[in-house]
């Protein structure tokens, strides 16, 4: 969702801000802004739209200062204009805030302010936020308490960010402490970077990385004070709090076009590698059958397999796309039953506990507030309800220096790196094998598969990153040829059985992501129960079709669309000349296993999304009002 950053140290702060803003663009804005301090003053430059706007504004002004909050806004309360944009400021700029999160009792907190003669001029929560400091700060005055505390700042926002309800990630600079940023999280993920003789704050690692890579992620509760000197942390109840700073990997720091015209289409053709980087790391290099041994090791302790009876899955959008995948396995390969939930309904509406249950939260940036709040609800209902009840909590997660991770017994890292495009592309198949390889595992320890089953599967997975690689280009040909013909399209209908039903639902949302054009997913057998009506001449179906246990059910359904005019493409591997005679245009991909095939039937979908995107000249890497990381409920 929204980006923050934040600089203080001995160079010019705007630059700075800018450049970690514009390494926070994937996150998804509408509006962007920047507030540095100088000579007992704040500069606030603001603009709608893209950075370049903001960009320009800047080279126009040259706002000075050494210490300085950025922010990219990603609208909740109030429309996407400058007034709305962050930074926000009391009425009389004395101090200035940039929030990620939603403050829920603004309107409680506002009318109080009103009331005591403080004016508003935005539609935004925020906006309470520099105003409460500043009532603060005053009211310290009058109690003669400024020279109790070090940093009469910091006790200002603590007692502030007491009042606040929801989830926010704030960092706050005011003109009385020129020599300070403040910052506080509660939901919403900050973290600290250590530079030479000059400190960082980010929402994200991207926006810091190129200054520094020692860091220090705040956790829920917490608090921290920059100033030239260092970095000071505690708690919101003021305890103080030392924590040492961690390196960040190389993998976590590549996050150039290196060519391509937009990540996205640099990430897709990352998936061989990795694909090929999770096998490596969780597949036994040159394991067999008659080794008699587990070819899986995900690091997991043995009691998660022995007394497991279900597993509770929660997760949103790609992710919940990937957990469906993941359900089929677990279920189909190793037998165990398996619930995959919408994280968001999960909170309000969670199944009845039961004992034996391993909960698994799947997200890529392991910071999806959603998905988040149903671990820590579920975990506390636990604790408080039936504690008795056996429970342990997996992640699978793409950012192991995540609040998932911290929050989790156990995690699976996907190894994907970090991913820009909004839409999700590579993390999406490192999700797939991630769950891959814990079928496998549970599949092996509970006695489900038998060895030459086994062997079989893993030498296909082994041969996945290769046929991905040597059919991208030829893909990416056929879908681009393909998007010419869908530049004005209204209306798309995926359909897919079995173990591609979740592909299908995760190719129409890539196209809806991406190209604003109407999609929706449905397994083949459910069309003529109603999705059928849609058809005509106007509608496309893409049907994916791979040999296997409902080949031939899901050719019967690409015939029903077929007969009501509607156009055919379809993803398969088949070679029959009979499916030539189905389908209108084929996305063909290589042969495989139809238990391994979604994670060859989903490469096609994705370039036929981007093509299409590109073709009627939509923003593919930042697409109209989505966020990377859904950060806020």
Not at 350 to 359: D, E, F, K
Not at 456 to 479: F, V, Y
Not at 499 to 511: D, H, Q, R, T
């Amino acid at each position: 969702m929204c980006g923050i950053v934040g600089y203080i140290g001995t160079q010019t702060a705007n630059g700075i801000l800018l450049d970690g803003l514009r390494r926070l663009e994937y996150r998804g804005y509408d509006s962007a802004g920047i507030a540095t301090l100088s000579d007992d003053k704040i500069h606030c430059v603001r603009a709608k739209g893209k950075l370049l706007n903001l960009e320009a504004k800047l080279a126009e002004q040259n706002p000075p200062g050494q210490i300085g909050i950025g922010h990219t806004r990603w609208a909740t309360h109030g429309k996407p204009e400058e007034h709305n944009a962050h930074p926000h400021m009391d009425m009389a700029r004395r101090v200035a805030v940039v929030q990620n999160g939603i403050v829920e009792n603004y309107r409680e907190l506002r009318d109080g302010l009103k009331q005591r003669g403080y004016e508003f001029v935005t539609e935004t929560d925020t906006e309470v936020i520099p105003n409460l400091v500043v009532e603060c700060l005053d009211q310290m005055r009058v109690d003669n308490e400024l020279e109790q505390y070090g940093s009469p700042l910091s006790e200002a926002v603590r007692r502030v960010v007491n009042k606040l309800e929801g989830a926010f990630a704030i960092a706050i600079i005011c003109t009385e402490y020129p020599d300070e940023i403040v910052i506080a999280r509660q939901q919403a993920p900050l973290v600290i970077g250590f530079g030479q003789g000059e400190f960082f704050c980010a929402s994200d690692t991207p926006a810091i990385q190129s200054h520094t890579r020692a860091v220090v992620p705040l956790e829920n509760g917490e608090m921290a004070t920059l100033t030239p000197l260092g970095v000071e942390m505690y708690t919101f109840e003021g305890k103080r709090i030392r924590r040492q700073p961690h390196l960040l990997s190389s993998a976590a720091i590549a996050t150039e076009k290196q060519g391509y015209r937009h990540y996205m289409l640099k990430e897709i053709y990352e998936q061989p590698s990795v694909v090929r980087s999770c096998l490596d790391t969780y597949i036994k290099p040159d394991w067999t059958a008659s080794q008699g041994t587990n070819p899986i090791d995900l690091g997991l302790p043995d009691e998660l397999y022995t007394e497991l009876e279900q597993i509770q899955i929660v997760a949103c959008g790609t992710s919940w796309h990937a957990s469906l995948v993941g359900k089929y396995l677990l279920e189909q390969v190793a037998g165990v039953p398996t619930h995959v939930q919408y994280a968001s309904e999960f909170r309000y509406a969670p199944p009845p506990l039961a004992p034996n249950v391993l909960i698994i939260g799947v997200t890529q940036s392991g910071e999806t507030a959603d998905t988040l709040s149903a671990i820590n609800m579920e975990r506390q209902r636990r604790s408080e309800q039936s504690p008795q009840l056996w429970a342990r909590f997996l992640g699978i997660t793409n950012r192991m220096q995540s609040t998932l991770s911290r929050s989790v017994d156990h995690v699976i890292n996907t190894h994907a790196g970090i991913e820009i495009g909004v839409a999700a592309t590579k993390s999406f198949t490192a999700q797939l094998v991630a769950f891959y390889c814990l079928a496998l595992d549970f599949a092996y320890r509970r006695k489900m598969i038998a060895p030459e089953r086994l062997e079989q599967i893993i030498n296909g997975l082994r041969h996945i990153p290769m046929q991905i690689e040597s059919s991208l280009r030829d893909q990416e040909k056929q879908a681009e040829t393909l998007a010419h013909d869908f530049s004005e399209a209204k209306d798309f209908i995926f359909v897919g059985r079995g173990v591609n039903f979740p592909i299908a639902l995760e190719g129409a949302l890539k196209l809806k992501e991406i190209s604003y054009i109407h999609a929706e997913g449905y397994p083949s057998g459910e069309m003529k129960h109603g999705p059928i009506a849609l058809l005509d001449e106007k509608v496309t179906v893409v049907s994916i079709a791979i040999p296997g246990l409902v080949y031939e059910k899901v050719l019967s359904n690409a015939q029903e669309a077929k007969a009501r005019d509607a156009r055919i493409i379809g993803v398969t591997s088949s070679t029959d000349p009979h499916v030539t005679e189905i389908y209108d245009d084929l996305l063909p991909i290589p042969e495989v296993d139809e238990l391994l095939s979604p994670l060859l039937t989903v490469v096609p979908l994705q370039f036929l999304a981007y093509h299409i995107a590109a073709r009627r000249g939509l923003d593919v890497d930042q697409p109209r009002n989505l966020a990377k990381s859904v950060t806020v409920e």
